[in-house]
Structures are given as C-alpha cells and as structure tokens.
T-cell receptor, first 111, second 114 residues
Framework: GEDVEQSLFLSVREGDSSVINCTYT??????LYWYKQEPGAGLQLLTY?????DMKQDQRLTVLLNKKDKHLSLRIADTQTGDSAIYFC???????????FGQGTELSVKP | DGGITQSPKYLFRKEGQNVTLSCEQN?????MYWYRQDPGQGLRLIYY???????QKGDIAEGYSVSREKKESFPLTVTSAQKNPTAFYLC?????????????FGQGTRLTVV
C-alpha cells in the first residue's frame, strides 16, 4: 500500500520561510493534500494539488510536486507564531476523505 | 453554522467496557470517516461510509464497530476487543465522489483507558 513519510520536527524564526517535506511511495494518488492541526483540535485543509500539476501558490503557501522523485513540499512564506502547528501531507483518490497520511511535521516558530 | 461535531471531547473507559463516540454533520455530505491518531504515527483509517446503511473497513478496523442509520450520523463503538484504545479519534465527512473534495474534520475525541 501507499506509504507517506515526513520529518517529525521543524523549527524556524518568525519572518523566515518554512519548508515542510513529504515523500510518498505510490503514484496512484490523484490528489495530494496539506492539512494543519493545532493542539487538541481537528485538521484544517490548507491546500491541495492535483497530481498532474507541478506547483500551486495560494497567498503565503506554495506547494511543489516532483512526480519523478515522489516528493511534495509546502513552503510557508513569512512564517508567523500562529503558524506553529502540526502539518500533515496526505494522498487520496476520488473519495475526498479516504486519505493516506504522513506522520505529521511539528512546526515551531520562535519569535 | 455548517460543520461536523464530535462528542464527548474527553472520554474515559475502564478495561473491558465498550464505549461509543458520536459524530454528527450538517454539511449534507454522503461520505463519513473515522480516523485514529497516535503520536508520531499520523492518522489511520478505521472505518468509512459512502452512503446510509453501508460502510467499509479501513486499515485498522479490528476492535471497532460502526453504524450508519442516518446520513448525518456515524457513531464509532470501541469494543473491549480493542486492546490499545487510548488515542485521539477524528471523524471526517466529504462529498462522496467529488474529485479533490475537501474532507472536513471534527475537533476530535480523546479516549483514555483507566
């Protein structure tokens, strides 16, 4: 089955850019998602990219997809302390909520 | 406001007890899902349902049961057969067949065995 891997921790200074990386083993995912989870809360969809796209930009967020290397990244520009959270990448097909999640990357933003 | 509601927020279970976690949505979504979250392991799919009166096992269904009698509701029962039930449980819903459809998550229930 699909396996999705993320590094567990990332620490940045406020105002810097953050880059969160994700690798996946199965190319059959039609969509790749980034979700954000704040402490003790559910998941909030940040953005997603269709598998035939290379890049998607949405305000401070940039998603890059390298299909050859099966690598997905999320760049957050001008990172703020409110961005501190756990970020999950996930792959899915045509059923919106049936997803394979990575382990999550805990982003810590220091003032 | 439209959304997905899980209750209770915290739940304590004694050894050998069954407990039921509630999940209700008013988004008119056909599909609903239950995930389990453990530290450092991401989310794993327990059960999902694409339509009323029908549901399928996910990757870790053993020790759990569900029902889908109403479109709005998808309760999860953690049975005594689940040997390690302490975890954070998340319910989600989405449109059934829409490509790239966003899944909306509830705020979760933290279950602890005492």
């Amino acid at each position: 089955g699909e396996d999705v891997e993320q590094s567990l921790f990332l620490s940045v200074r406020e105002g810097d850019s953050s880059v969160i990386n994700c690798t996946y083993t199965d190319s059959s995912s039609t969509y790749l998602y980034w979700y954000k989870q704040e402490p003790g809360a559910g998941l909030q969809l940040l953005t997603y990219i269709f598998s035939n796209m290379d890049m998607k930009q949405d305000q401070r967020l940039t998603v890059l997809l390298n299909k050859k290397d099966k690598h997905l990244s999320l760049r957050i520009a001008d990172t703020q302390t409110g961005d501190s959270a756990i970020y999950f990448c996930a792959g899915g097909g045509n059923q919106g909520g049936k997803l394979i999640f990575g382990q999550g990357t805990e982003l810590s933003v220091k003032p | 406001d439209g959304g997905i509601t899980q209750s209770p927020k915290y739940l304590f279970r004694k050894e050998g007890q069954n407990v039921t976690l509630s999940c209700e949505q008013n988004l008119n979504h056909d599909a609903m899902y239950w995930y389990r979250q453990d530290p450092g392991q991401g989310l794993r799919l327990i059960y999902y349902s694409q339509i009323v009166n029908d549901f399928q096992k996910g990757d870790i269904a053993e020790g759990y049961s569900v029902s889908r009698e109403k479109k709005e509701s998808f309760p999860l029962t953690v049975t005594s057969a689940q040997k390690n039930p302490t975890a954070f449980y998340l319910c989600a819903s989405s449109l059934r067949d829409a490509k790239g459809s966003e899944a909306f998550f509830g705020q979760g229930t933290r279950l602890t065995v005492v």
